[in-house]
């Protein structure tokens, strides 16, 4: 099984930055990709941002320009660095990795890490 630990969250006010960190643990091998999404009360969670291991990455219309995804193949770790952040962004951000197996993917998810943005 894969284990994921966010860290990095807080509280910045607006047009600051936060680097958020997720490390991956146990079977790291099965990792297809990594990402991260962001959820707010009564929202259902919405992508921000997925790097496949190979380097191909999406993001979420509303981060382009602003926040950065990189993995560190070496460290089993993914990056996600957010720049010119906006109230709006205030959400817990969650990291997550599909992983690989004999029927599918299976999704991994860590615990969250709460990021405010204040005006």
């Known amino acids: 099984q894969v284990q994921l630990v966010e860290s990095g969250g807080g509280l910045v006010q607006a047009g600051g930055s936060l680097r958020l960190s997720c490390a991956a643990s146990?079977?790291?091998?099965?990792?297809?990709?990594m990402g991260w999404y962001r959820q707010t009360p009564g929202n259902q969670r919405e992508l921000v941002a997925v790097?496949?291991?190979?380097?191909?990455?999406n993001y979420a219309d509303f981060v382009k320009g602003r926040f950065t995804i990189t993995i560190d193949n070496n460290k089993n770790t993914v990056y996600l660095q957010m720049n010119s952040l906006k109230p709006e962004d205030t959400a817990v951000y969650y990291c997550n990795a599909p992983l690989g197996t004999r029927t599918g993917l299976l999704e991994i998810w860590g615990q969250g890490t709460q990021v405010t943005v204040s005006s």
């Open positions: 790097m496949a291991k190979h380097g191909n990455t």
């Open positions: 146990g079977a790291v091998f099965a990792i297809n990709a």
